[in-house]
């Protein structure tokens, strides 16, 4: 089986792209509120697409991962984004469908992707509660 790599657009939710997540210990970003033809497209590579109730403004997403490597984040001219992406953010992303070794099942796997529309994260966003 030959598994060729899907391009999408969507809002980037969630991108730790340098530093890995501590829960599934990967460099990882959500492709959020992801179009009809993306999802089909997607699920038509194997993989598979979620949705929560409870997160309405995520839409249909998908969670690429990268396990060995930072993903590389750049703005339409092709430089490197270098600061925190913040949730909200728009890109388009490759995704790199791949078979699992451990249960031979298909993930998504990504190298980077293109911000199309910043919004840059910064600490003095999160508020005291």
């Not at 340098?18 to 992801?34: D, F, G, R, S, W």
């Not at 179009?35 to 038509?44: I, N, P, Q």
């Not at 990504?110 to 199309?116: G, H, K, Y």
């Amino acid at each position: 089986m030959k598994l060729k790599p899907v391009r999408v657009k969507g809002d980037i939710f969630w991108a730790e792209l340098t530093k890995k997540n501590k829960n599934t210990n990967k460099y990882q970003v959500a492709i959020c509120n992801l179009s009809d033809k993306a999802v089909t497209m997607l699920e038509d590579a194997g993989l598979s697409v979620h949705s929560h109730p409870d997160k309405p403004d995520q839409g249909k997403y998908i969670t690429p991962k990268s396990s060995k490597y930072e993903i590389k984040a750049y703005d339409e001219e092709g430089n490197e984004i270098t600061c925190r992406i913040k949730n909200g953010s728009k890109g388009i992303a490759t995704i790199k469908p791949y078979i699992n070794g451990f249960d031979k099942g298909i993930n998504a796997g990504i190298s980077a992707i293109t911000v199309t529309d910043l919004i840059e994260y910064n600490e003095a966003d999160m508020e005291a509660v």
